[in-house]
């Protein structure tokens, strides 16, 4: 399983979903998206690992195909 999460939502703050993610143990490889402030994405990726997810990349936005293919890839070939 992927979480593709952007984390510039308009009704709900992705660092906050992370947190929740962690809490509730997923054992889904995430994968961050934004179209905003790489450095708040690199900061969620960071929370993620320090929250012992399976942070599987970042990707900024607008999404290509190709990066995206591959980023989903690779999840898989890590499970």
């Known amino acids: ?16 979903l ?9 054992r889904a490889a995430i994968l961050l998206i934004s179209g905003s402030d790489m450095s708040m994405l690199r900061l969620a990726h960071k929370l993620g690992e320090a929250l012992s997810l399976k942070m599987q990349g970042v990707l900024v936005k607008p999404l290509r195909a190709a990066p995206l293919r591959d980023a989903l890839e690779s999840a898989h070939a890590a499970a």
Request: charge should be negative; aromatic fraction near 4%.
């Open 1 to 16: 399983t992927v979480i593709v999460l952007d984390i510039m939502m308009p009704d709900a703050d992705g660092i906050e």
């Open 18 to 26: 992370v947190r929740f993610l962690a809490e509730e143990k997923t």
